[in-house]
């Protein structure tokens, strides 16, 4: 059976929800493929670390600067459109990536910013579609499954480029990367509408489902700005996030290089090594999805929820990090970083869907606003790790900042998090 084939027998949510999966991994794997490629990119145009650093902060200069806009196109435009040409530039943007480093830092810099503008779109899209596409009661597995895309293109990136940069050189991981996200285009553009009343392949009783689902409508104009985004409980979310994302984008970008200057693997070996923690991380992402809807289900309460999955997590992460410095082998840290990226899987699973919470029909401006601090720690946290490690000659500085980061997300989530609706 063909793969269009065996798409045309599920219920038509289900399409939607396992596209932005594959997208989400396509997104992830040209994220990351920088990390492994950098470590012989620096030794071939003989960079400091703080120069590399700086590259790899680069992608979220344009994913922070475009992030909101991206949320406001998303409820002007449809997601399927914001979803469809992001993966378009960023992929585009991944191809350009060998020719413009080879023609110097500034547009190696330029690239890697265009490539967080195109990258930009992928949630905002996906929230938009999600709003109307996933009901209430699958709210939490669908936007779990979604997110475990990040750690499944994290494996595939890291180990593949790994593989890619052993055999072939540097350039190849943004060749096949960026290609796999213009093939995934077609079948996106084919098999995805913006809104199930537009979908003539969708059954009756999905559509019954659905049917409470709002249709596109000028939202952002509908609900004031203040009102919707000035509200204690989103920035109680946008702290878990910040704290989030503060953790893996150090772990994303910095982990093939504290395998290969700590622990003195090979290129490929440390590639490998530094995809393990995200294989755990998948794992957790589905099973902690399911583990907070089945709570609500059981009567708990949806702001205890949350707040369990957010600060257990966070804190654990913290944990996990800080006992890294005692971690003398490779195999040793390898368990402690599966424990800390597993542990940051249940606080994703808390926070992801909160913007959902407390304004369901409203996601798309929601996460748009709230991803674009959280995009501060990719430009601060893995320029500072850069710095860190030139300055004091070891990781362990920059992971005790990163655990303090994560308790103070903790905190902050716990205190001002509730999961009423703020609007809707």
């Known amino acids: 059976m063909s793969a269009i084939a065996l798409i045309a027998r599920w219920p038509r949510r289900h399409v939607v929800v396992a ?55 998303a409820v002007r435009f449809g997601g399927k459109r914001v979803v469809g040409y992001s993966v378009l530039g960023w992929s585009i943007f991944t191809l350009l990536t060998p020719p413009a480093a080879i023609s110097s830092m500034a547009v190696l810099i330029a690239a890697r910013i265009g490539m967080g503008v195109g990258e930009a779109g992928l949630f905002p899209g996906v929230y938009e579609l999600f709003g109307r596409w996933v009901p209430k009661t699958e709210r939490g597995r669908a936007v779990a499954f979604m997110s475990s895309g990040v750690p499944i293109g994290s494996l595939i990136g890291l180990m593949g480029s790994g593989w890619l940069v052993q055999r072939y050189g540097w350039a190849m991981p943004f060749y096949v990367f960026g290609t796999a996200g213009l093939l995934w285009l077609i079948l996106w553009f084919q098999q995805v509408e913006n809104d199930p009343g537009g979908d003539p392949r969708i059954g009756t009783q999905e559509r019954a489902l659905l049917q409470a689902a709002r249709s596109p409508s000028d939202l952002v104009e509908r609900v004031p700005l203040r009102r919707l985004l000035l509200r204690a409980p989103v920035a109680g979310i946008v702290a878990g996030h ?22 003195g693997l090979s290129i490929a070996h440390s590639g490998l090594f530094s995809a393990a923690p995200w294989l755990s991380m998948f794992a957790v992402y589905n099973l902690a999805g399911a583990v907070a809807d089945l709570m609500t289900r059981r009567g708990v309460a949806l702001t205890t929820t949350r707040k369990r999955m957010v600060c257990a997590g966070l804190i654990l992460s913290a944990g996990f990090l800080l006992a890294l410095q005692q971690a003398h082998s490779p195999v040793a840290a390898l368990v402690l970083l599966c424990g800390a990226t597993g542990a940051l899987a249940c606080a994703a699973a808390g926070y992801m869907p909160s913007y959902l919470d407390v304004a369901p029909h409203h996601g798309a401006v929601l996460f748009g606003f709230g991803n674009t601090f959280a995009q501060i720690p990719g430009i601060v946290g893995v320029a500072v790790t850069g710095w860190l490690v030139d300055v004091t000659g070891t990781y362990s500085a920059a992971f005790m900042l990163t655990a303090i980061v994560s308790a103070a997300g903790a905190l902050t989530f716990g205190l001002l998090f509730d999961a009423r609706a703020i609007v809707d």
């Not at 979220?60 to 600067?65: A, S, T």
């Not at 910040?242 to 622990?263: E, K």
Request: net charge positive; glycine share 6%; hydrophobic share 55%.
């Open 19 to 73: 596209l932005t999966f594959v997208g989400c991994i396509i997104a992830y794997t040209d994220r990351v493929n920088i990390s492994v490629a950098a470590l012989a990119m620096k030794e071939h145009f003989g960079w400091s670390q703080t120069q590399k650093g700086v590259v790899l902060s680069a992608f979220f200069v344009g994913y922070l600067l475009f992030m909101f806009l991206a949320g406001l196109l």
């Open 242 to 263: 910040v704290a989030f994302n503060w953790s893996q984008y150090v772990l994303l970008s910095w982990l093939p290089s504290y395998f290969r200057d700590v622990h």
